[in-house]
């Protein structure tokens, strides 16, 4: 009895992989072609993404980032890179704000209220700018 339990876990297990390795090419070719519409970290860019965070995200994640208060608990501190599940590097960044992310994550490109892929990267060089220095990107 155990081991059939077992068995069908691993099957629903090896489903999930399958379609995560089913939609990883997808989010390698966006982020590919993404990020020719990047600009160079710097003030400018993070100016304006400071903009469009505060138009699109502080609800959630707080008017600095921390998520401190926010209405939505599960938002979490986009200051703190060691706390987020889905997200390493500035492509992942890039994607879970086009996509969505988890279960409560909207996306905001397309399927959302539309962001131009500028506007996403200026998100990330703003995200990176509050986050530590060490993770920033090279001017
Ligand atoms: C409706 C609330 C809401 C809004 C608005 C929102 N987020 Fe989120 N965001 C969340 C939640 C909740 C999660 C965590 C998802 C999960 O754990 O299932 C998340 C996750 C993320 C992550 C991934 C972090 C990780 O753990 O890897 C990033 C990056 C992010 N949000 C950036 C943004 C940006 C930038 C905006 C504005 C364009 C934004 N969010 C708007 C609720 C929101």
Known sequence: MTSLVDGRSRISRATRGRVAWAVLPVAVVVGLAAADDRA????????????????NCQDCHGDDGTAKGSAIAVAPDLTDPSAWKFTKTDSDIF?????????????????GPGLKDSEIWDLVNYIRSLGPERLRPRP
């Open 40 to 55: 160079p970290y710097g003030k400018e860019s993070i100016t304006r993404g400071r903009t469009v965070y505060l138009q």
């Open 95 to 111: 994607s879970n704000i086009k996509n969505g992310a988890g279960d409560n994550m909207p996306p905001f490109g397309p399927l």
